[in-house]
């Protein structure tokens, strides 16, 4: 990974933290964007003191298209970007879609599938240019199964999943490559934010069981991103040994 630019979205927490950290300690020089400017400046500063690159902290909402645009001003350095990972994204609320609540919805839609665009149009033309460069979008098992109450974000992930399977047409004569990883569950803030802030709630979600980290999905981006050039990872599912579906899980009581 030495010399290569990873840009790393929803990069302050979380999957996209480890991913930070993972690239970083193999050499990358990283541009992690995010909302949370200060959990950044703090991350950016650790990893390029322990593992010797630079990185570039960005505040960055990729729903907001005038943001996202000024990506195409990088400073030099960081302008060839060889991996971009998909990351910012999440679920709000568990609420049967008849109950749901519409801003929640909104920011669902927003964020997993049109920061995702949004981002991914701003970062390919030149990855098209330079023939390399692979797109790593982060899916869910939610956009493999359904399941009670997951209605507007199971929707959006099974809409990452198609959006990258139709991304790779596109790209076929580009040498550009496009993976979606589908974690199953991941202990992090995610069931807090789904949850708005009920840490009491999230907490119960991991209870009795060994979910997988973010450190795991970050090892499995990483493997799909240093695959020889000739080889893309289409899709890769990655659970709990414990769980075997949504909602099929065994738990130790
Ligand atoms: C997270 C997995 O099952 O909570 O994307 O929707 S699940």
């Not at 400017?37 to 990729?62: H, M, R, T, W, Y």
């Not at 400073?75 to 609320?93: M, W």
């Not at 008849?98 to 990855?127: C, E, F």
């Not at 790593?136 to 009670?148: D, H, M, V």
Request: charged share 25%; with cysteine; net charge positive.
């Amino acid at each position: 990974m030495k010399n290569k630019v990873v840009l790393i979205t929803g990069a302050s927490s979380g999957i996209g933290r480890a991913s930070v950290r993972k690239f970083a300690k193999n050499g990358a020089d990283i541009i992690a964007a995010a909302r949370r400017i200060a959990c950044l400046n703090q991350l950016s500063d650790e990893v390029s003191e322990q593992f010797g690159v630079d990185v570039l902290p960005i505040k960055l909402d990729v729903t907001d298209k005038n943001a996202v645009d000024k990506l195409g001003n990088l400073p030099e350095r960081f302008k060839n970007i060889d991996v971009l990972i998909n990351n910012a994204g999440g679920a709000l609320g568990l609420e049967p879609l008849w109950k749901g609540s519409l801003s929640d919805w909104d920011q669902m839609i927003d964020t997993n599938i049109k920061g995702l665009l949004y981002v991914t149009r701003a970062v390919l033309p030149i990855m098209i240019e330079r023939k390399t460069g692979i797109i790593i979008n982060i899916a869910s098992i939610a956009g493999l199964e359904a399941y009670p109450g997951g209605n507007v974000y199971c929707a959006v992930k099974s809409a990452v999943r198609m959006l990258s399977k139709s991304l790779r047409m596109d790209l076929v004569k580009t040498g550009v490559r496009v993976s979606t990883i589908d974690p199953g569950m991941v202990k992090t803030e995610f069931s807090k934010v789904r949850f708005h802030g009920d840490s009491v709630r999230a907490d119960k979600v991991y209870e009795k069981i060994t979910p997988l980290s973010a450190e795991d999905v970050a090892d499995a981006i990483y493997f799909c991103a240093t695959r020889p050039k000739h080889v893309d990872i289409e899709e890769l599912v990655i659970m709990p040994t414990a769980q075997a579906s949504v909602l099929i899980n065994d738990r130790k009581d």
